[in-house]
């Protein structure tokens, strides 16, 4: 008895202790993820932005395993910056490429502009918990999730996840109205870039996505 009298308090004692390791762990790497999101620039981190997403990028990435297929040009067609930075771009195949059917339109998500935002997407966990849910989960899904073509997170919330873009797929893009959102930002985005089939007020948007579910697209 006085065995077990001593083991029990030395076992809570190594919980605690491990406990704390591990939250000290995670606090030095939330101070240092913080650190590395206020830098202006981060060197060696990566393709982290759209800019990155050039034709010779995409032909590397896209079109390893497509003999002859070449990215001959890309076009920005429209984006919005906020939580992170969001654009919708056009992309010209050679004749391989086309045969392919490689995506001619893509929508790229990437690092934050501002600090404030970086910040905030890194101290979160927001870009490298997206990345490897397209990279882990998302095929499990059968078709919920759109495509990725690409996805990568590294520190400082620089990251860079390029995807199907839904639009150009045939898919519905459905926002909320301003009159019924606390902060009309991201469905505010989304209306002016014109790519919505509808802008609806919140209590309307469970009925809209139970007729769409069932085939009613009007």
């Not at 992309?91 to 905030?120: C, I, Q, Y």
């Not at 059968?142 to 990725?148: D, E, F, I, K, L």
């Not at 639009?167 to 893009?173: D, K, R, W, Y």
């Not at 919505?196 to 009925?207: D, F, G, K, R």
Request: aromatic share 4%; hydrophobic share 45%; net charge positive.
């Amino acid at each position: 008895m006085k065995g077990a009298g001593v083991e029990l308090p030395l076992t809570r004692r190594a919980r605690t202790l491990r406990h704390r390791a591990s939250a000290a762990a995670a606090n030095l790497t939330a101070a240092g993820e913080i650190v590395a999101a206020v830098l202006p620039a981060l060197p060696g981190s990566g393709p982290s932005s759209a800019a990155d997403v050039t034709a010779a990028w995409l032909t590397k990435q896209l079109a390893s395993t497509t003999p002859g297929a070449v990215a001959q040009r890309i076009s920005p067609l429209d984006g919005t910056t906020g939580t992170t930075d969001r654009r919708r771009l056009a992309v010209e195949w050679n004749e391989s490429g086309r045969a392919a059917g490689l995506p001619d339109h893509l929508f790229v998500k990437s690092t934050p502009l501002s600090a404030k935002n970086r910040t905030m997407v890194a101290a979160l966990g927001m870009a490298v918990n997206e990345a490897r849910f397209y990279n882990e989960a998302a095929a499990e899904l059968g078709g919920v999730a759109p495509r990725a073509w690409y996805a990568r997170a590294g520190v400082g919330a620089r990251f860079l996840i390029v995807l199907e873009d839904i639009v150009a797929a045939g898919g519905s893009v459905i926002a909320q109205d301003e009159a019924t959102s606390v902060v009309w930002g991201m469905p505010g985005a989304a209306a002016h870039a014109g790519i919505c089939s509808a802008v609806l007020p919140l209590n309307q948007i469970a009925p809209k996505l139970v007729r769409l579910f069932s085939g009613d697209r009007s």
